[in-house]
C-alpha cells in the first residue's frame, strides 16, 4: 500500500495528533512530516511502514480514513438528516 501526501496528513488528523505529536510517535522531526505532506519531501519507505503499522490496520481502515476526510473536505460530517 501506497500513502500519499494528503493520506499522511488525514491519518494524523483523523487521530487528533499535531504535528509535532505525530513526529514524536515516529520518531523523526515535525519538519519532516511537514514536508512530506506538502509534498516537498517523499515518503520514505521506511516511514510509511511505521505509520502503516502503528495507525493503519487494513486496507479497509484507510478506506474509512479516506472516506471521513472526504466528508470533512465537503462539510458532511455532523450534518442531520432531513
Known sequence: MKLTAN????????YGFSRKQ?????NVSDNYIYLVETG?????????AKILDKYIVDEFMLIA?????AQVRSKQVGDKDA
Do not use: C, H, M, Q
Open 7 to 14: 493520506e499522511v496528513k488525514l491519518i494524523r488528523n483523523v
Open 22 to 26: 505525530f513526529a514524536y510517535f515516529l
Open 40 to 48: 516537498r519531501e517523499p515518503l520514505s519507505t521506511s516511514l510509511e
Open 65 to 69: 480514513i479516506k472516506d471521513v476526510g
